[in-house]
């Protein structure tokens, strides 16, 4: 009998295995599409200084609308677009679209518009051998200036091989700048910090939540300010959503947020009234 239930579980679990790769390869063919049937737009969050409110960034972050399964959240997706190689098709199109729409806000909004733009690099892109021309060339197109370009990585990547850095590197000598995303999440720590290329540490949400109740989080976001300043890093946290966290950020000299407090990620349109609607 343990002999067949074992057999049973073997089979369920062959199974579960099966419907999991079919719904992947229907999650992978879906997205082909998607890219090429303009199902993919782009959504953006502004990034405020926390000294004076001003808007000083807005980060690019991608959506998608499913034709039946309505909005996906990047969460859902952006895995499965690494898997299958898929990232650079999507990583190209938010890139171009994000550029596109910062150009766009520069002349229409002049010195209101946001002076920089983030975008999220994910992993499956940074081996790819064109990804720098590619880079240089949406810059080139769009006429940016290079400087107006931030790209983010994880600390994941960012301390991974020699080659990783190397490329890294490489992509700042275009002149964009390197923020750190989702800080505190991964491996690497304040010590290894100054070993990477990076200009910006992004403190993420989970630190963020917790101030207004942990004063061990207090304690650590503290020092992260602390050292990144010592290391001349910008610092902006994530996920801000009340005021009171605002304000610890700010009286710690954290430079900049980014959060639902200030707004939410917002469609073009959005964006233009929220930024009209600031004195
Ligand atoms: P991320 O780069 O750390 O982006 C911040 C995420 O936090 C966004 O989720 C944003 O909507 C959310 N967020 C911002 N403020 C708040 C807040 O106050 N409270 C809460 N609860 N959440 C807040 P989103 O857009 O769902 O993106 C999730 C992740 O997916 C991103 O994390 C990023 O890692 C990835 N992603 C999004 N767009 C792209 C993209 O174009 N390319 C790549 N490679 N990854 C992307
Ligand atoms: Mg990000
Ligand atoms: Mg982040
Ligand atoms: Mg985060």
Not at 142 to 150: A, D, F, V, W
Request: hydrophobic share 45%; with cysteine.
């Amino acid at each position: 009998a343990a002999k067949r239930a074992g057999g049973n579980r073997a089979m369920e679990f062959a199974h579960a295995l099966r419907e999991q790769a079919r719904q992947r390869s229907a999650t992978e063919n879906e997205l082909r599409r998607a890219v090429h049937a303009d199902e993919l737009f782009v959504v953006y969050q502004p990034v405020v200084s926390l000294r004076n409110g001003r808007v000083e960034a807005v980060e690019a972050l991608v959506r998608w609308r499913h034709p039946v399964r309505g909005l996906v959240s990047p969460v859902d997706f952006i895995g499965i677009a690494e898997e299958t190689g898929l990232i650079v098709e999507v990583g190209a199109f938010v890139l171009r679209e994000a550029c596109r729409q910062f150009m766009r806000w520069q002349r229409q909004h002049g010195t209101r518009a946001p002076a920089l733009m983030a975008v999220n690099l994910s992993r499956g892109q940074l081996p790819h051998p064109s990804l720098v021309d590619d880079v240089a060339a949406i810059i080139e197109a769009t006429g940016m200036r290079p400087g107006q370009l931030q790209l983010e990585v994880t600390e994941s990547m960012a301390a991974q091989d020699a080659a990783v850095q190397t490329r890294l590197r490489d992509l700042k000598r275009l002149g964009l700048t390197l923020a750190l995303d989702d800080f505190g999440t991964g491996y690497s720590s304040l010590a290894s910090l100054h070993q990477l290329p990076v200009d910006v540490l992004k403190i993420d949400r989970s630190f963020v939540s917790q101030l207004e109740t942990s004063r061990h989080h207090r304690v650590l976001v503290e020092s992260t300010v602390r050292v990144a300043q010592s290391l001349a890093l910008r610092t902006v946290a994530e996920g801000i959503e009340t005021e009171a966290q605002a304000g610890m950020l700010a009286a710690m000299q954290c430079d900049k947020g980014q959060g639902y407090h200030f707004a939410r990620p917002l469609g073009v349109a959005e964006f233009d009234a929220w930024l009209q609607a600031r004195p």
